[in-house]
């Protein structure tokens, strides 16, 4: 089972960045998906989670600006980060978890916010 994430880059402040979490060698519906993110110096935190019938989850400063959404069909999960902001610079990583399975971590994206 291997985590795809995809996505990250640099960005003005204010702007918008989607990421991407795709699996292969399982099926990603059954999994709840985590958005996390670790900037340097600090701990990783949870951004945004979304279970397998598609409830979402969001830490408060992700509130309102990011979306997590899930394409089940393509084994993908999507963060869209929109009015980004400079305190959002981290690396991004995604993980699966599922009771009857090891959780899965992806490789993390880069995602730089400039002013």
């Known amino acids: 089972v291997q985590l795809q994430a995809s996505g990250g880059g640099v960005v003005q402040a204010g702007g918008s960045l989607r990421l991407s979490c795709a699996a292969s060698?399982?099926?990603?519906?059954?999994?709840?998906v985590g958005w996390y993110r670790q900037a340097p110096g600090k701990q990783r935190e949870l951004v945004a989670s979304?279970?397998?019938?598609?409830?979402?989850k969001y830490e408060d400063s992700a509130k309102g600006r990011f979306t997590i959404s899930r394409d089940n069909a393509r084994d993908t999960v999507y963060l869209q980060m929109n009015g980004l902001k400079v305190e959002d610079t981290a690396v991004y990583f995604c993980k699966a978890a599922w009771a009857y399975s090891d959780d899965y971590w992806g490789q993390g994206t880069q995602v730089t916010v400039s002013s």
């Open positions: 060698g399982t099926i990603l519906s059954v999994y709840e």
């Open positions: 979304i279970t397998s019938d598609g409830r979402t």
